[in-house]
T-cell receptor
Framework: DGGITQSPKYLFRKEGQNVTLSCEQN?????MYWYRQDPGQGLRLIYY???????QKGDIAEGYSVSREKKESFPLTVTSAQKNPTAFYLC?????????????FGPGTRLTVT | AQSVTQLDSQVPVFEEAPVELRCNYS??????LFWYVQYPNQGLQLLLK??????LVKGINGFEAEFNKSQTSFHLRKPSVHISDTAEYFC???????????FGGGTRVLVKP
């Protein structure tokens, strides 16, 4: 079955540590996205990539970094510079030919930093 | 720049009653409009979308939405809800020529027996 996988589902880290969240898709989609979800704030775009080896900052990129070395993979690193990293992180992908907003989402990773 | 406002953060409703979730948007250009549903601790699933054509859009699970350009609204409705419709619903907008989604804050629907 095609889809998006995010691992792990729950992640715990100590303050000051960098942590990398995994996102893999086998939908053959060119575009991939990372969102952060906080209660009552909807989803906010962190980074997105429309093609391999290229990515752009979203609305809240500070304290985060990404790479896009393979079409299937778009890992997100939450660095120690992110002031409030505890949140639910969602990865999504879309196909440019059909894009017009139809993004497919993974199950999410809940990150807790103490 | 575009923005989306979901006017209700929570909507309690009894099983088999109708429900309407309100969504207003602002944009200086043409837009595409979407409703997504999120069940607890899961990702988002597309319910329906408006790209062009008929302003009444039908989606999965018996939901429908109506695009009103003059009022810049895209309200979601279901005539009779089930317990399984308990979830959070997100309205989203993208520019017709763009490639990013802007989401509203979400509306949490709690269906009571």
């Amino acid at each position: 079955d095609g889809g998006i996988t995010q691992s792990p589902k729950y992640l715990f880290r100590k303050e000051g540590q960098n942590v990398t969240l995994s996102c893999e898709q086998n939908l053959n989609h060119d575009a991939m996205y990372w969102y952060r979800q906080d209660p009552g704030q909807g989803l906010r775009l962190i980074y997105y990539s429309q093609i391999v080896n290229d990515f752009q900052k979203g609305d809240i990129a500070e304290g985060y970094s990404v790479s896009r070395e393979k079409k299937e993979s778009f890992p997100l690193t939450v660095t120690s510079a992110q002031k409030n990293p505890t949140a639910f992180y969602l990865c999504a992908s879309s196909s440019p030919g059909r894009f017009r907003g139809e993004q497919y989402f993974g199950p999410g990773t809940r990150l807790t930093v103490t | 720049a575009q923005s989306v406002t979901q006017l209700d953060s929570q909507v309690p409703v009894f099983e088999e009653a109708p429900v309407e979730l309100r969504c207003n948007y602002s944009s200086s250009v043409s837009v595409y409009l979407f409703w997504y549903v999120q069940y607890p601790n899961q990702g988002l699933q597309l319910l329906l979308k408006y790209l062009s054509g008929s302003t009444l859009v039908k989606g999965i699970n018996g939901f429908e939405a109506e695009f009103n350009k003059s009022q810049t609204s895209f309200h979601l409705r279901k005539p009779s809800v089930h317990i399984s419709d308990t979830a959070e619903y997100f309205c989203a907008v993208s520019q017709a020529a763009g490639n990013k989604l802007t989401f509203g804050g979400g509306t949490r629907v709690l269906v009571k027996p």
